[in-house]
């Protein structure tokens, strides 16, 4: 039975957001960091899906969803 989730981790691009993207992704998990720190995110490793984003507007966070 496939357990993994898949996970979204808002502003995960540091600080303690990273520290969870990390936590789940240890697990095996599938992770996906949205962040507005666009040089954040390029320093992410190759195994967190990421996408720049603003989480807080719904239109960007619909968007954001569907290419997740």
């Known amino acids: 039975e496939d357990t993994h989730l898949n996970v979204v981790v808002?502003?995960?691009?540091?600080?303690?957001g990273i520290g969870i993207a990390f936590l789940f992704a240890?697990?095996?998990h599938n992770v996906?960091?949205?962040?507005?720190d666009a040089g954040a995110i390029s320093r992410l490793p190759c195994c967190i899906f990421d996408i720049c984003c603003d989480a807080s507007s719904p239109e960007v966070i619909f968007g954001a969803s569907a290419k997740t």
């Not at 808002?10 to 303690?16: F, L, N, V, Y």
């Not at 996906?32 to 507005?36: A, F, T």
């Open 10 to 16: 808002t502003g995960g691009a540091k600080g303690i």
């Open 26 to 28: 240890n697990l095996g």
């Open 32 to 36: 996906v960091v949205w962040d507005q």
